[in-house]
């Protein structure tokens, strides 16, 4: 098995109200430090090998279901393989 760790968030030009509620919750507490919060999400994928390339597959399904381009960024990094 190959572990695959996704990590899906908001574009920079997309409002986070999620992010900007987290962020003033932070303020009301007295983190004054935190100048910014963006959230997101993260998936672990746990891949049986196959014929096809690993990050051809896993690029198409942060494409088709993981992440919505059209307001959200994805990146990936594969892992080493990883016993169950």
Same mark, same amino acid.
């Given at each position: 098995?190959?572990?695959?760790?996704?990590?899906?968030?908001? $574009? /920079?030009?997309?409002l986070? =109200?999620?992010?900007?509620?987290? &962020?003033?919750?932070?303020?009301?507490?007295? +983190?004054?430090?935190?100048?910014?919060? $963006?959230?997101? &999400? +993260?998936? /672990?994928?746990?891949?049986? =090998?196959?014929? $096809? =390339?690993?990050?051809?597959?896993?690029?198409?399904?942060?494409? &088709?279901?993981?992440?919505?381009?059209?307001? /959200?960024? +994805? #990146?990936?990094?594969?892992? #080493?393989?990883?016993?169950?």
């Open positions: 098995m190959i572990k695959v760790k996704v990590h899906v968030t908001l $574009r /920079e030009s997309v986070d =109200p999620q992010g900007t509620a987290v &962020k003033n919750s932070l303020h009301a507490m007295d +983190y004054h430090e935190v100048q910014d919060v $963006r959230i997101g &999400k +993260y998936l /672990e994928l746990l891949i049986e =090998p196959s014929d $096809r =390339p690993l990050e051809e597959t896993v690029k198409e399904m942060c494409e &088709k279901l993981l992440a919505n381009t059209v307001i /959200e960024n +994805y #990146e990936f990094e594969v892992e #080493e393989a990883v016993t169950q």
